[in-house]
Structure formats: C-alpha cells, structure tokens
C-alpha cells in the first residue's frame, strides 16, 4: 500500500499563474481532505470530500477549487495563484469523519 | 469555537529521558476525539495516538501515551524512553463537530529536541 500520495512534491509559479496539485489515496477511504501548513500556524482545511463526486468548503476556501471524479483521487486547483498562497500542502483521507485521517507527504508551493 | 492550545514552542529532552509535550482543548461538545501527530524534518505528518472522550482508560501505543484528563480539558503527550529519531514537531488536533461534519482542528505545535 502506497498509502497516500501527492504530486507534485515541489513548485514554483509566478503570480496569475494556475496548477492542479493531484492526490491519490489507495486506502478506499470515503473522505479526502486538502490543507495548508503556515508557519506557526497549524494545519487549516482548506476544501473537504465525503464521497465521489461531492466537494465542500473548510476553513479557507478562498482561492481554491477542488474536484473529486474519482474516489481515489482528490484535485486541488489554483486558478490564479497569489502570493499569499505560498504555502505547504497536504491532503488526508480517512474512513469517516471521526476516524483518524492518514497524510500524504506534502507539496511545497512558493508563488512569486 | 473549538480551540486547541499547545502553550511550548519547544522543549529539549535528553536521550532515553521522558518528556510531556502540553495539549489544551476548548469544547462544548461531550463526544470529541484528541489526536497527536509527529512531523519531522522531511514534513510529512505521521499519526501517533487517539483518544475518544469517552474512552476511560488512557490510550498508549508503544513509547506514546496521552494523558488524558476531562475535567481539565487537557490531552498531554508523554513519550517515555526519548530517541534521537524523536526530534520533530508534535501536533494536537481535536475533531471537532461542524453541522454534521466533523473537522479536525490543529493546535501550533510543539519542537521537540532530544539531544545524545
């Protein structure tokens, strides 16, 4: 089991600029989640799956668009990135909202 | 609001030493989870331990145990027997009931620093 995985790992875009950030879970688990790591900031839920084909917002949603075709797999957009969107970037997928959600490994995004 | 604390930036332990790394909780809800995760250097977020609120005994697995006490809203990290492999930063996180949803909420982290 591959567990949880994203790609890419690392990018840079300049400002306007869009990218799709693609995980994957091989889990069979029913909720994705994305997030973004600030510093000294803990981890913030940006949008959040509970099956294929739904999507909702979480904490930041601002920005970012999300779409999940596939049960394995789960996209995070940035249409137009922004400086402030400089950040890492993690999903997670668990069985059910209260069980324990399993990471990825992250994506260090820097935007110019 | 929902709210996790973890009150030290960084704590510094000894090889083979004990340490306790703080978690306060703020919630109104009587059924919630308390979860610690670890991340080291290379940033990946690997799960440590759960503790359900209902759940009567502590949880441990292996060299990690949380000291959970309800009354005080408190869920302390001990990780007995420190290694140098140790050394990372440590998340608190709660799940938190959301319309249905629940999300999980981080506190700031703890760095951990065990030294030979």
């Known amino acids: 089991n591959a567990g949880v995985t994203q790609t890419p790992k690392f990018r840079v875009l300049k400002t306007g600029q869009s990218m799709t950030l693609l995980c994957a879970q091989d889990?069979?688990?029913?909720?994705m989640y994305w997030y973004r790591q600030d510093p000294g900031m803990g981890l913030r839920l940006i949008h959040y799956?509970?099956?294929?084909?739904?999507?909702a917002k979480g904490e930041v949603p601002d920005g970012y668009n999300v779409s999940r075709l596939k049960k394995q797999n789960f996209l995070l957009g940035l249409e137009s990135a922004a400086p402030s969107q400089t950040s890492v970037y993690f999903c997670a997928s668990s069985y059910g909202t209260s069980h324990t959600q399993y990471f990825g490994p992250g994506t260090r995004l820097t935007v110019l | 609001a929902q709210k996790i604390t973890q009150t030290q930036p960084g704590m510094f332990v000894q090889e083979k030493e004990a340490v306790t790394l703080d978690c306060t909780y703020d919630t109104s809800d009587q059924s919630y989870g308390l979860f610690w995760y670890k991340q080291p250097s290379s940033g990946e977020m690997i799960f440590l331990i759960y503790?359900?609120?209902?759940?009567?005994q502590n949880a441990t697995e292996g060299r990690y145990s949380l000291n959970f006490q309800k009354a005080r809203k408190s869920a302390n990290l001990v990780i007995s027997a420190s290694q140098l492999g140790d050394s990372a930063m440590y998340f608190c996180a709660m799940i938190q009931p959301d319309t249905g949803f629940q999300k999980l909420v981080f506190g700031t982290g703890t760095r951990l620093l065990v030294s030979p």
């Open positions: 503790q359900g609120s209902y759940d009567e």
């Open positions: 799956s509970v099956g294929e084909g739904t999507t």
């Open positions: 889990m069979n688990h029913e909720y």
